[in-house]
């Protein structure tokens, strides 16, 4: 689905939303949940340090708004900007700094949540979509830490020994069903339904932990994870 | 020997090993694993590439003193899998960091990792947002959690991420901090965007000095184990949180830096603009002259 098809689905009363370069803002009423921020990159757009530093310019407004409205944070991005000039300025702090606005916002009594309507991989995944309280995803979406052939060359196996090896695990390789089976994203939606009452149905979930790693047990995709945190916590309380 | 003493003789963070690290650190004798190796937690993951397993998974976890106050420690292995984040190795941390919040003690994270692990990509990319996320909610509880980065793998890929969770930075001259490597920037990009193989360029771009000179980092010290000790110490005296007042210091300080920083071409050019005499001289520096030279930093001030 294109970003005005997506758009124009959840919000069909309209939207004032604009699209600068690779940055998308503005804000729409849902028919259900009333005032939604929506801000995102698209495009397949690279996360360097001057698109992060105005995305999270806009959360931490939103947040000073005190509005406690709904963010909806759009996705189709490539990875971290590299270039040495991102490096250089510390685009780390940049990525965090925007993971952190957004992590604020969710703990400040927005509802965050995120739409991985494309790519997006490494760095740029970790700063947007998984810093939000819920991630969701329409079909055909495609997240990456790192690109197949990419990790072919790192770990120094044929590509086709890799494919085979993603067969029997969702654990390493690319894509859409394999980040849903080890619980980073929430559902795929159904994009033969009209989108407003599933983006109603996901604010309707009430805000609470981090339940990524338990859904990952209960979906079998990460089978220790969730064990060893809890163990980790009871360990340290009772010592 | 009292138990707010430290443990040895000062022995260099870089060639130092995790557990090594952790002793010297805390408190002579104060330290109690959480989840050691005698419990075999290892890497369900590992064996379907060939790769032998550890028995801590890379990382050492578990409870110290510092000066006689408890605090949470992870020490990462950046011997093993060059320290990377995988489903165990993660899980621990995230583990530790849920119990710092509930427990409203401290934590350092000792950093020494080149991100991800690739063998477990998406359990490792998903640990790294489960971090950042139990470390937004640690601090907004009132506890501090300090990075310390001065190991042989620095702190990289999703590393980097966590790391500028924090609320404070210690570095050493050797600690490297950046989203991306050198390698994987040339591999992406081209050897004329950044040439790996030239070793002085990595650590004027991605090394501590640098990251200290631009506010990146809040405390410099020298690799040694009794610098990173007493700056620990230090570093836990002052609690900030991280509400939205936190976040928009940081928001002005890094728009600063771009508005001053951002047509550099290269980390000499942003020395020179601080108004360092002699920036082409940095790298070479002992840590009192360096600490000197960078009188005019741009200074984070907790904006983080």
């Given at each position: 689905m294109t970003l005005d098809d997506i758009l124009a689905g959840l919000f069909p009363n309209g939207s004032d939303i604009g699209v600068a370069g690779a940055m998308i803002s503005g804000s729409a009423i849902h028919p259900g949940a009333g005032l939604v921020h929506v801000l995102g990159i698209s495009q397949g757009q690279p996360l360097g340090v001057d698109e992060a530093i105005v995305l999270a310019r806009r959360v931490i407004e939103i947040v000073k708004s005190g509005d406690r409205a709904p963010i909806l944070f759009l996705v189709d991005s490539a990875s971290?900007?590299?270039?040495?000039?991102?490096?250089?300025?510390?685009?780390?702090e940049y990525l965090a700094h925007l993971a952190k606005a957004l992590l604020l916002a969710e703990a400040e009594g927005h509802r965050t949540v995120a739409l991985l309507y494309g790519g997006s991989a490494a760095g740029a995944f970790i700063a947007t979509a998984l810093a939000t309280g819920t991630l969701v995803a329409l079909p055909g979406a495609h997240p990456a830490v790192m690109d197949l052939p990419s990790m072919a060359r790192v770990t120094k196996l044929p590509i086709d020994v890799l494919?085979?090896?993603?067969?029997?695990?969702?654990?390493?390789?690319?894509?859409?069903?394999?980040?849903?089976?080890?619980?980073?994203?929430?559902?795929?939606w159904d994009d033969n339904a009209p989108l407003g009452p599933q983006l109603a149905a996901v604010l309707q979930r009430p805000q609470g932990q981090d339940d990524r790693a338990w859904l990952g047990t209960e979906r079998g995709g990460r089978r220790k994870a969730a064990e060893i945190t809890d163990r980790v916590v009871a360990l340290a309380a009772a010592s | 020997m009292t138990a707010a003493t430290a443990n040895t003789d000062s022995l260099s963070w870089y060639e130092a090993s995790a557990r090594q690290r952790i002793d010297a650190?805390?408190?002579?004798?104060?330290?109690?694993?959480?989840?050691?190796?005698?419990?075999?937690?290892?890497?369900?993951?590992?064996?379907?590439?060939?790769?032998?397993?550890?028995?801590?998974?890379?990382?050492?976890?578990?409870?110290?003193r510092l000066d006689g106050s408890p605090v949470l420690v992870a020490a990462q292995e950046g011997r093993f899998m060059g320290g990377a984040f995988g489903e165990v190795h993660g899980a621990k941390l995230t583990g530790l960091l849920r119990a710092a919040r509930t427990l409203r003690q401290d934590a350092l994270i000792l950093f020494d990792t080149g991100g991800v692990r690739l063998q477990e990509a998406n359990a490792g990319e998903l640990a790294i947002a489960e971090i950042m996320?139990?470390?937004?909610?640690?601090?907004?509880?009132?506890?501090?959690?300090?990075?310390?980065?001065?190991?042989?793998?620095?702190?990289?890929?999703?590393?980097s991420l966590i790391a500028g969770t924090c609320s404070r930075l210690i570095v050493s001259e050797q600690g490297r901090i950046s989203v991306s490597g050198p390698e994987v920037i040339e591999t992406n990009k081209?050897?004329?965007?950044?040439?790996?193989?030239?070793?002085?360029?990595?650590?004027?771009?991605?090394?501590?000095?640098?990251?200290?000179?631009?506010?990146?980092?809040?405390?410099?010290?020298?690799?040694?184990?009794?610098?990173f000790r007493q700056a620990a110490i230090d570093?836990?005296?002052?609690?900030?949180?991280?509400?939205?007042?936190?976040?928009?210091?940081?928001?002005?300080?890094?728009?600063?830096?771009?508005?001053?920083?951002?047509?550099?071409r290269d980390a000499v050019d942003?020395?020179?603009?601080?108004?360092?005499?002699?920036?082409?001289?940095?790298?070479?520096?002992?840590?009192?002259?360096?600490?000197?030279?960078?009188?005019?930093?741009?200074?984070?001030?907790?904006?983080?």
């Open positions: 971290q900007r590299m270039s040495k000039r991102d490096e250089l300025l510390g685009l780390s494919k085979a090896k993603a067969e029997a695990t969702p654990v390493f390789a690319p894509g859409l069903e394999n980040m849903v089976q080890t619980g980073g994203i929430h559902v795929i | 650190l805390v408190d002579a004798g104060s330290f109690a694993e959480f989840i050691g190796p005698e419990q075999r937690e290892m890497s369900p993951h590992l064996a379907i590439f060939d790769l032998p397993e550890q028995f801590d998974d890379g990382i050492v976890i578990g409870r110290g996320r139990a470390i937004l909610e640690a601090r907004r509880a009132g506890v501090n959690v300090i990075g310390v980065i001065g190991g042989r793998a620095g702190c990289y890929g999703g590393g081209g050897i004329e965007e950044f040439d790996s193989r030239d070793r002085a360029l990595v650590w004027r771009t991605m090394g501590g000095k640098h990251r200290y000179l631009i506010g990146g980092a809040d405390t410099f010290v020298d690799d040694e184990t009794l610098a570093a836990l005296k002052v609690t900030r949180g991280c509400g939205v007042a936190v976040l928009e210091a940081e928001q002005s300080r890094l728009e600063r830096r771009l508005q001053r920083f951002g047509a550099a942003i020395w020179r603009a601080l108004g360092i005499s002699g920036p082409t001289d940095i790298p070479a520096l002992p840590t009192d002259a360096f600490l000197a030279a960078a009188n005019n930093r741009e200074n984070a001030d907790d904006a983080r």
